[in-house]
């Protein structure tokens, strides 16, 4: 970790290997292959434990892949920058934050479950109302539409 920290080149290095969620699915078979020249031996073990996971192993006997625990079609964003879509789930994520913080308890009843459901789909019917009023919708963060603006 301290190295992460006190070195710019490594930080830049582990990133890389992270960066590859934007490579075209078609490509990340030769983008490890030349990560693994290019990152310092310090790295190669994250590299091998990120193609463990989510790329998959090259077999050694066979060409191809072993299956990756989390294939990179689950993950890999490549064509959501390109067409100008979400590139995470922080949506759903913020769905799910909202229903728990709405419902307050984490085993409700089935009844409370039910009230909760109508609370919460009151509100979402009050905003979409105001949207069709002409209501503009949040705006984005600027941290945020700068990174789309750089990718």
Known sequence: ?????????????????????????????????????????????LLDWFEDNYIGRKNRSKSGRRPALF???????HDR????????NNYAEAANRKLNTEMGVSHLTLWSFILSLHKIQSGRDTYYSQLEAGKSPPKKLKKYLDVDKRL
């Open 81 to 88: 920058v390109i067409n100008d879509q979400d590139r995470t």
């Open 71 to 77: 294939p990179p079609i689950l993950w890999n964003v």
């Open 1 to 45: 970790m301290t190295n992460y920290n006190n070195n710019a080149d490594f930080a830049l290095s582990v990133k890389i290997i992270t960066a590859i969620a934007f490579v075209k699915i078609d490509d990340i078979d030769k983008v490890v292959d030349e990560l693994a020249e290019y990152l310092p031996d310090e790295l190669q073990d």
